[in-house]
């Protein structure tokens, strides 16, 4: 069984960590077929080339393909060219696979704007059924980038393609709701991201003091990192001895924040590392926080479950598909500064005892296992 990948975001030279959730997807998949990857990205600046070129990796039943393209930033017509060149790449790529390993079964897209735009092209061309991974947070009401603010023609697309797919997964089911909300007669179903058990495990117990956490996001509007670091801060005002590492990509901003509270000593910024680096950041932490003002899942939370590690996390829906309170986490009201302090100081005052055993056993319905057979099973449908 050949299952072709066609998605809209996906780890490259130019972006080693853009879309890694969509290539752990993948890795789970591969357990039980063949998987054939195509990604098609703009190479803006021309870092990997000045006209295109072609990058391809196989490790056991996952083939990668990777197309960079250069469009000259200043054409007149640079938006019409990029958005044809892509079309003409991606189509091309599955010609190529084609003709050298015969039609895929099925067609998979992830994301439906653009990589779910190509695959209803394709699907109507090679007569190949497609369905359809949604990730994009831009269907919440709650986003700073909402589908209702995109152009008409982008959420035309969008439109027609989720309704020619054969099947519709998303990663949580808030975020199908969400997508409800737009699409009143659109159906769904729940495939979680997966978490790697082979990274992600559980370590030695740590000293009780001082207090470490982490906190791993690119840090924009979404993550709400400001308010965190302003509950650190209220924190550092009453005594309390902590450590906060950053993980990901930290703007000026944040980090003249942290500076102007006076944490320099506290705070941390580690910028971005990879997945084994990380694990072992996470399993040197007490907890990780993760604040979010909007989600479609939350994959780091249950990559710290994985670690037998607790999450403090905002009260908002999606994140009660991960979390239970007392168990694997807490939560905190959305936007309280007061409200967010008050837990991580609850924390650290031993208010709260957690099993690690417990908190790791929530994390193995996201096995590269478990969610690799919810996809298995999807496919044998076709």
């Known amino acids: 069984m050949t299952i072709l990948?066609?998605?809209?975001?996906?780890?490259?030279?130019?972006?080693?960590?853009?879309?890694?959730?969509?290539?752990?997807?993948a890795e789970a998949a591969a357990l039980y077929a063949d998987i054939h990857v195509i990604f098609v990205v703009k190479d803006e600046e021309g870092k990997v080339t000045k006209t295109v070129a072609v990058e391809e990796c196989s490790q056991g039943r996952l083939?990668?393909?990777?197309?960079?393209?250069?469009?000259?930033?200043?054409?007149?017509?640079?938006?019409?060219?990029s958005a044809m060149r892509y079309r003409k790449l991606y189509l091309q790529a599955v010609t190529k696979h084609?003709?050298?390993?015969g039609k895929p079964v099925l067609l998979h897209a992830h994301v439906a704007m653009k990589a779910g735009w190509i695959a209803a092209l394709a699907s109507k061309k090679w007569k190949i059924p497609f369905i359809l991974t949604e990730h994009w947070t831009g269907y919440l009401k709650e986003a700073d980038d909402r589908l209702d603010n995109r152009p008409a023609l982008f959420r035309r697309l969008t439109a027609k393609v989720l309704a020619q797919a054969e099947e519709i997964l998303v990663v949580?089911?808030?975020?199908?709701?969400?997508?409800?909300?737009?699409?009143?007669?659109?159906?769904y179903s729940v495939v979680p991201n997966?978490?790697?058990?082979?990274?992600?495990?559980?370590?030695?117990?740590?000293?009780?003091?001082?207090?470490?956490?982490?906190?791993?996001?690119?840090?924009?509007?979404?993550?709400?990192?400001?308010?965190?670091?302003?509950?650190f801060a209220s924190l550092a005002g009453k005594g309390y001895d902590f450590r906060l590492e950053l993980y990901g990509t930290a703007g000026p901003g944040l980090q003249a924040l942290?500076?102007?509270?006076?944490?320099?000593?506290r705070v941390f910024f580690r910028g971005e590392v990879s997945q084994p680096e990380l694990a072992d950041a996470i399993r040197a932490s007490h907890a990780l926080i993760l604040y979010s003002r909007y989600e479609t899942f939350g994959c780091v939370l249950i990559e710290a479950n994985a670690c037998a590690v607790p999450v403090i996390v905002s009260d908002i829906p999606v994140f009660?598909?991960?979390?239970?309170?007392?168990?694997?986490?807490?939560?905190?009201?959305?936007?309280?500064v007061d409200d967010i302090a008050g837990k991580i100081a609850a924390f650290m005052d031993?208010?709260?005892?957690?099993?690690?055993?417990?908190?790791?056993?929530?994390?193995?319905?996201?096995?590269?296992?478990?969610?690799?057979?919810?996809?298995?099973?999807?496919?044998?449908?076709y």
Request: aromatic share 14%; charged share 20%.
């Open 5 to 25: 990948w066609l998605v809209s975001w996906y780890p490259n030279r130019l972006s080693p960590f853009d879309g890694d959730f969509i290539r752990r997807q």
């Open 63 to 81: 083939r990668e393909t990777i197309i960079y393209y250069h469009v000259a930033p200043r054409h007149i017509f640079s938006s019409l060219v």
């Open 98 to 101: 084609i003709e050298a390993f």
């Open 172 to 187: 949580s089911d808030y975020l199908g709701k969400a997508m409800q909300a737009h699409f009143p007669r659109l159906e």
């Open 194 to 231: 997966v978490v790697n058990t082979a990274i992600f495990f559980p370590g030695k117990q740590l000293p009780q003091h001082p207090h470490r956490f982490i906190h791993i996001s690119n840090m924009n509007y979404q993550k709400n990192a400001d308010n965190m670091l302003k509950a």
């Open 258 to 265: 942290a500076k102007s509270l006076a944490l320099e000593n």
């Open 320 to 336: 009660h598909e991960r979390v239970r309170e007392g168990e694997n986490g807490l939560f905190a009201l959305p936007n309280s």
């Open 350 to 381: 031993g208010q709260y005892r957690f099993d690690p055993l417990t908190i790791a056993a929530t994390a193995e319905k996201y096995s590269y296992e478990a969610v690799g057979r919810m996809l298995a099973d999807c496919y044998a449908l």
